[in-house]
C-alpha cells in the first residue's frame, strides 16, 4: 500500500506557474497557510525552463505589471545577469520557498476531488471537500482539506474533479458581438508550441536531423509569411504550434511528438538550408512539454468578453489590468497558409473585474490564469502570463479577505471588494481605475520634497487623467526626506522607488530589455545589471517627541516598493537614500506617503 498524508490548509493552489505562485505568495503574505500542488519537478510553467515562453503583459509606457512580478523580474536581474533558466529555475523557486507559510508540493498531479453537492449560498450547488494529489517522487498520495482552492492549472483540473461549470472552444460572432470570424461556435482552440534555443558559438557545428522530423523547406514559410531569423532578439519560435483543430487536452501527447518533429524539421531547414547563418549556431534547447495557450475556461459570475476589451468597459470590482493585443491565434497553427495570427491593438491598460475569478457553481473554488471565466477572443488578450499574475495576486489577497471575515468568494464581492482593492494596490498592483489612499494628516503635513509623492499614484509617468500627470522625485542622496505633524496614529506607510519600468536603463534591444529571459544566445549578447534609477541603498525612520526609531534599513535593494503596517503614533518621518544603482548623485522616488 502506498503512502497517504493529510494536509489542513486555509487555500490550496493547484497549478504552480506564474499565476498560482502570484496566488500563492500573495495569500501566504497575508497570513493563510497555502499548499501550493504542482505536477512539474521546477515551478513556472509556460515560463519555467521546461517550456520558456517569455512573460508578456501590458503594452504601452509605464503599463508594465510590478506586484510580486516586478519583485521576482527585480531579483532575476540582480542574480541572472546572462538570462540562465537553470538560475531563472532557483529564482522562482527561492520566491516560494521563502514564504514560511506555503507548503510546497512538487511532482505532484492533483488527481482526484472530494466534493458535496447541495443548497449553498447564493445558488451555489458545489462546495470542494478536498483535493488529491499524487507526488510520483515518494510515492504518495495527498490529501489536501481547504478553506478555499484555486485552480491556476491552466486546464482547469477541478473542473472535471467536481463539477464546476466550464466552457472550451470558439464562441460565434453573433453570441456576444465581437470582432471574430467564427459564425458558428466550435471547440477549437488556439494550439500549443515546443520551443526551439540556439546558441551562437566560435566555429561551424553540424547537425543532423532525426529522420522523423518533419521535412520544411522555404515555399512552407513563405507561406506562413515568416522568415526565421536567428540574430534577430524577437525570434522564439512561437508559430511552431499545433492541435487547435484538435482536442487540446486528449491529444496532448500525440501533439508532442508531432511539435518536436517539427521543431527538430526547423532547425534541420536553418542548419542545412543555405541563406540562414547558422553555420555556428548549435541547438541549446529543445521543449518536449508542449506550452498551451488554451483548454477550458471556468464559468464565473461574469464572463468577459471583447467588446468589454476593446470598448473600454470599467468595472467597479476592478482587481486587475490587460493590455496585451487581441493575439488570436489560428486553429490550423504552423499549417495555417498566411498570417499565423490576428494583432488587434486594445486599450492600454484595460480593466478586468474580480468575478471573473471565482466560480458561478462551485461555493469555495477562486481560479487565475488562463482558465478564468472570458470568452475565447477575450483569452486571446488576457492570456498572457504578466497578466495572470496579477489575477492570481488577486485571488490570493480575495481568499486572505474570505478566510478572516468568514465569507464565501462572491461575499468577498458583495462586502469587501474596496478591501480587496485597497490591499491589492497596496501591494503595488497598478488599478487604472484607482488611486491609493493617503491621510489627511500625510496630506496636511509639513513636506520638505514635491507633492507629488503623498498624490497615491505609483507610476512615475503614468496618466491617470487627461489634466494630471505624476512624476517622480529626484531625491539627492544623503539628503534626508522628511515629514512633520501633529502627533497621530498612523496606519502604515507606503514606499515606491522608480525601477525604469520601461527598462531603459538596460542593454541591448528593446526585445533584451523587457523580457526576463532570452531565446537564442548570441555572442554579443549583453549581460544585464539593476536598473540604474533604482534606490540600492536607504533608511527610513519614524519619530515621536523626539526619539527616533529605525524602521527599515535595506542596502542592495532589490524591491520597487514596501509597504509597512505599522498602527503606532508617530509626529515624523524621514526617508535618508544613500545609494543608487546607477551613476547619478540622485535617486528616483514615486511615493513616500501615509495613512
Known amino acids: 500500500m502506498l503512502n497517504r498524508k493529510r494536509i489542513k490548509c486555509d487555500l490550496c493552489v493547484v497549478g504552480g506557474g506564474m499565476s498560482g505562485m502570484a496566488a500563492a505568495i500573495a495569500a501566504a503574505r497575508e497570513g493563510l497557510k497555502v499548499v501550493l500542488m504542482h505536477e512539474r519537478a521546477v515551478l513556472g510553467g509556460n515560463a519555467s525552463s521546461e517550456i520558456r515562453m517569455w512573460i508578456c503583459g501590458s503594452k504601452g509606457e509605464d503599463n508594465k505589471e510590478t506586484g510580486i512580478l516586478e519583485e521576482i523580474s527585480l531579483e532575476n536581474l540582480y542574480r541572472n545577469p546572462t538570462k540562465s533558466y537553470a538560475i531563472w529555475d532557483t529564482v522562482l523557486y527561492d520566491f516560494i520557498r521563502r514564504e514560511e507559510n506555503i507548503t510546497l508540493l512538487l511532482n505532484c498531479t492533483c488527481m482526484d476531488a472530494e466534493a458535496e453537492k447541495g443548497e449553498f449560498a447564493n445558488g451555489r450547488d458545489t462546495v470542494i471537500k478536498s483535493v488529491t494529489g499524487y507526488q510520483m517522487t515518494t510515492q504518495t498520495f495527498y490529501d489536501v482539506e481547504a478553506k ?11 473542473a472535471p474533479l467536481t463539477g464546476a461549470h466550464f466552457k472550451i472552444g470558439r464562441e460565434a460572432k453573433s453570441d456576444f458581438g ?22 551562437e558559438t566560435l566555429e561551424p557545428v553540424k547537425y ?7 521535412k520544411l523547406n522555404e515555399e512552407i514559410f513563405k507561406n506562413k509569411k515568416c522568415r526565421v531569423n536567428l540574430y534577430e532578439d524577437t525570434e522564439n519560435f512561437w508559430y511552431l504550434e499545433l492541435g487547435g483543430d484538435r482536442d487540446s487536452i486528449g491529444d496532448t501527447e500525440e501533439l508532442r511528438d508531432e511539435l518536436v518533429a517539427l521543431a527538430t524539421g526547423t532547425w534541420d531547414y536553418l542548419k542545412n538550408t543555405e541563406g540562414h547563418n547558422a553555420e555556428n549556431w548549435d541547438l541549446e534547447f529543445l521543449g518536449f512539454l508542449p506550452g498551451k495557450r488554451e483548454s477550458r475556461r471556468m464559468c464565473g459570475e461574469y464572463m468577459i468578453t471583447q467588446r468589454d476589451i ?23 497553427g504552423f499549417w495555417h497558409v498566411g498570417t499565423p495570427n490576428t494583432n488587434f491593438k486594445t486599450p492600454a491598460p484595460y480593466s478586468i473585474p474580480y468575478r471573473a475569478l471565482y466560480s458561478e457553481n462551485v461555493e469555495n473554488l477562486f481560479f487565475a490564469g488562463r482558465n478564468i471565466s472570458m470568452t475565447h477572443m477575450a483569452m486571446s488578450s488576457i492570456r498572457v502570463m504578466a497578466t495572470c499574475m496579477l489575477l492570481g495576486d488577486a485571488v490570493g489577497r480575495a481568499s486572505a479577505i474570505a478566510v478572516k471575515k468568514g465569507l464565501t468568494p462572491h461575499g468577498v464581492y458583495l462586502n469587501e471588494i474596496e478591501s480587496l482593492q485597497k490591499s491589492i494596490m497596496n501591494a503595488d498592483n497598478f488599478l487604472p481605475s484607482r488611486v491609493r489612499a493617503v491621510s489627511d494628516t500625510c496630506k496636511n503635513a509639513e513636506l520638505n520634497a514635491p507633492d507629488t509623492l503623498r498624490n497615491g ?7 491617470y487623467s487627461t489634466t494630471q ?11 534626508e526626506i522628511t515629514y512633520s505633524f501633529n502627533t497621530a496614529e498612523v496606519k502604515s506607510l507606503h514606499l515606491v522607488f522608480s525601477s525604469d519600468l520601461n527598462r531603459e536603463t538596460l542593454p541591448g534591444s528593446n526585445c533584451e530589455r523587457i523580457h526576463t529571459t532570452r531565446s537564442n544566445i548570441k555572442l554579443d549578447s549583453p549581460q544585464m545589471h539593476m536598473p540604474k534609477t533604482l534606490c540600492r541603498e536607504f533608511t527610513l525612520y519614524g519619530e515621536l517627541e523626539g526619539k527616533r526609531e529605525e524602521l527599515l534599513t535595506v542596502s542592495d535593494n532589490r524591491r520597487r516598493a514596501y509597504h509597512l503596517e505599522l498602527g503606532r503614533s508617530f509626529d515624523k518621518f524621514v526617508l535618508i537614500p544613500i545609494a543608487s544603482w546607477g551613476e547619478d548623485n540622485t535617486v ?8
Open 469 to 479: 500627470k505624476t512624476a517622480s522625485y529626484q531625491a539627492p542622496l544623503g539628503k
Open 178 to 199: 465581437e470582432d471574430t470570424v467564427v459564425e458558428v461556435a466550435d471547440k477549437m482552440t488556439m494550439g500549443m508550441s515546443c520551443i526551439l534555443q540556439g546558441r
Open 457 to 463: 499614484q505609483d507610476r512615475g509617468h503614468r496618466i
Open 148 to 158: 478555499f482552492y484555486s485552480d491556476c492549472s491552466g486546464d482547469s483540473i477541478l
Open 588 to 595: 528616483d522616488i514615486i511615493s513616500f506617503d501615509f495613512e
Open 310 to 332: 476593446s470598448d473600454g468597459v470599467v468595472f467597479d470590482d476592478e482587481i486587475a489590468y490587460g493590455g496585451w493585443p487581441l493575439d488570436d491565434h489560428f486553429p490550423g
Open 208 to 214: 543532423i536531423a532525426p529522420q522523423w522530423s518533419t
